[in-house]
């Protein structure tokens, strides 16, 4: 799963936690964590560290050793879902991506077809679920890039509006 980290000075930072391990800005952090009830326990670089975490939404404050940092933390796939819904406020051309790998169940646009904001115009299946992707504004269809059947990438162009 991918997050946006933003400290109080506004340094933003791209945290990306998989199977394989946690990368910070594209770069191995070599460390293990272990979540446990309120905390983490960190090791890198040999040292244990015990991390006190209090969540509120998309604030967390961090503790350790005497020391508070208050972080914003960001599911990256919101955060581009709210660039997205802020792009379609200002006008302009939209795309709707895929957000997840799957395949595509059914397409309910053309090219040429007047859709409102929020219509579902594609259902993708993904892990056994049916997800309807909707039109993040109102607009006319221009392209729609793929068919029932087809498999996605995540991050793949589905439909494009005008």
């Known amino acids: 799963m991918r997050y946006l980290v933003e400290d109080a000075a506004g ?16 770069h191995a952090l070599d460390a ?36 508070a940092v208050e972080l914003r933390v960001v599911d ?15 006008g302009g051309a939209s795309v709707l991506r895929c957000p997840m790998p799957g395949r595509v169940v059914r397409v309910a646009c053309a090219p040429g077809d007047a859709v ?6 594609v259902v993708v299946e993904a892990m ?5 992707l909707r039109a993040p504004r109102a607009g006319t269809v221009k392209t729609v890039r793929v068919r029932a059947g087809d498999p996605v990438e995540a991050g793949a162009v589905l439909v494009e509006l005008e």
């Not at 340094?11 to 594209?26: A, L």
């Not at 990256?76 to 200002?90: C, I, L, N, S």
């Not at 056994?128 to 309807?132: A, F, L, R």
Request: charged fraction near 30%.
């Open 11 to 26: 340094q933003r930072h791209e945290v990306d936690v998989t199977d394989e391990g946690v990368r910070v800005d594209g």
């Open 128 to 132: 056994k679920m049916e997800n309807e």
């Open 76 to 90: 990256a796939r919101r955060a581009a879902r709210g660039a997205a819904a802020a792009r379609a406020e200002r």
């Open 32 to 67: 293990d964590a272990a979540r446990l009830p309120g905390a983490v326990s960190l090791l890198a670089g040999g040292q244990s560290h015990d991390l006190a975490v209090h969540l509120d939404g998309e604030r967390a404050l961090v503790a350790a050793g005497g020391r």
């Open 116 to 121: 409102a904001a929020g219509a579902g115009l």
